[in-house]
């Protein structure tokens, strides 16, 4: 995922400098839309196949969404960046990875997505009465790598999914605030 990475980060920089001419003549709604068009869904393309890639490659993608939250805020550098990620509703791309690797696991649950996605995921079964049997796990196959072998998203799907408040993973409504969990 390093050439994936290294063909990403100088694209969305180019972006970043092309759309700072253009700061001027837009508005703040605006602007924040042609950030989003050029910048961050490049960030978020397919996302999810860059869990448990190395923490190098993920602050490179988080130095780029940095960069463009203080293009859009006019925040300075030497600013703390958590709290304007809150007020702008965005998620910290290591976050963003595991909202979409949970949004797409819980609609596998529900079969809204695709059948080849849903025959990757086993609800667990248990044989006898436990307080568990009445929430929705999934069974996590065994990896014989501990490091490369947990990265693999069939085993990374369940063990987030799992990680999930019973609340939140029976919730009918898809929403951001499964994040603030994992």
């Known amino acids: 995922m390093y050439e994936q990475v290294s063909s ?20 703040q709604e605006a602007f924040v839309t042609v950030v989003h068009a050029f910048v961050t869904s490049r960030l978020d393309h397919c996302n999810f196949l860059l869990y448990g890639i190395s923490d190098y490659n993920i602050n490179r993608h988080q130095l780029i969404q ?11 550098i030497f600013d703390h960046i958590t709290h304007i990620f809150q007020n702008l509703y965005w998620l910290h791309v290591r976050h963003g990875i595991h909202f979409k690797i949970v949004l797409i696991t819980r609609k596998s649950v529900n079969d809204i997505v695709l059948e080849c996605l849903c025959v990757l995921m086993s609800i667990r079964k248990s044989f006898r009465k436990l307080r568990s049997s009445s929430q929705i796990l999934l069974q996590v196959p065994m990896s014989r ?3 490369f072998g947990d990265c693999v998203l069939t085993v990374a799907t369940p063990t987030l999914w799992n990680r999930l408040l019973v609340d939140i ?5 898809i929403n951001r605030k499964i994040i603030i969990i994992v």
């Open 8 to 27: 990403v980060c100088p694209a969305a920089y180019y972006h970043l400098k092309s759309i700072h001419c253009l700061k001027t003549f837009l508005t």
């Open 66 to 76: 940095n960069s463009a939250t203080r293009m859009v805020t006019n925040t300075w």
């Open 169 to 173: 993973r029976n919730e009918n409504q």
């Open 145 to 147: 790598r501990k490091i």
